[in-house]
């Protein structure tokens, strides 16, 4: 079947601007997640949903991060007024549920921002 | 917090030489560990893992052991080819509950195997 799926695949903005990652889990997962991939910092966890709920917001980087899941599908990351050190890969991925350690995390191809 | 600490290389190697790339952890209870692979120009992708002590995962000739002892979680394989050529991360999955739902990866090693 199909995989996770994120659009656009690249995107270059201008700072200030305001951008919407899109990512499409696979059918039937009800967890998914949210990382960002930089030169500096390596792999980040952003923030994850259960169903259409997000427990915990804390590892948004700022309150100009926000994120949203509709119908227990498809999720939307926003980044409000973009700075240059927003320029990362972002990263979705989804898993059938959320309990049990060693549940496997399947990642979609990312979206490239960049910020200028 | 829980943190990976992982070789970031490069590392280069030769075809048919013998691997082994170094992660070790700092968690809170017992973590899952992981190994994920992004291959160039692809999405990272669940190479094997392990849930419990003592636990080997392993896939594609690779393995990987889970030793609390010495909190490590080191990736192996016997004989490496030029198709093993990618970004490796070592990542841990801490027990359910808050923020820790999330995948914390090490910083990835870049593995170079020349013909």
């Known amino acids: 079947g199909a995989g996770v799926s994120q659009s656009p695949s690249n995107k270059v903005t201008e700072k200030g601007k305001d951008v919407e990652l899109r990512c499409d889990p696979i059918?039937?997962?009800?967890?998914l997640y949210w990382y960002r991939q930089s030169l500096g910092q390596g792999l980040e966890f952003l923030i994850y949903f259960q169903g259409n709920s997000a427990p915990d917001k804390s590892g948004l980087p700022s309150d100009r991060f926000s994120a949203e899941r509709t119908g227990g599908s498809v999720s939307t990351l926003t980044i409000q007024r973009t700075q240059q050190e927003d320029s990362a890969v972002y990263l979705c991925?989804?898993?059938?549920?959320?309990?049990?350690?060693?549940?496997?995390?399947?990642f979609g191809p990312g979206t490239r921002l960049l910020v200028l | 917090g829980d943190s990976v600490t992982q070789m970031e290389g490069p590392v280069t190697l030769s075809e048919e030489a013998f691997l082994t790339i170094n992660c070790t952890y700092t968690a809170t209870g017992y973590p899952s560990l992981f190994w994920y692979v992004q291959y160039p120009g692809e999405g990272l992708q669940l190479l094997l893992k392990?849930?419990?002590?003592?636990d080997k995962g392993s896939n594609k000739g690779f393995e990987a052991t889970y030793r609390k002892e010495t909190t490590s979680f080191h990736l192996e394989k016997g004989s490496v080819q030029v198709s093993d050529s990618a970004v490796y991360f070592c990542?841990?999955?801490?027990?359910?509950?808050?923020?820790?739902?999330?995948?914390?990866f090490g910083k990835g090693t870049h593995l170079i195997i020349q013909p």
């Open positions: 059918s039937g997962h009800t967890a």
């Open positions: 392990a849930t419990k002590a003592d």
């Open positions: 991925a989804s898993s059938l549920r959320l309990a049990g350690r060693g549940e496997t995390q399947y």
């Open positions: 990542a841990l999955r801490g027990p359910s509950g808050g923020g820790a739902d999330g995948l914390t």
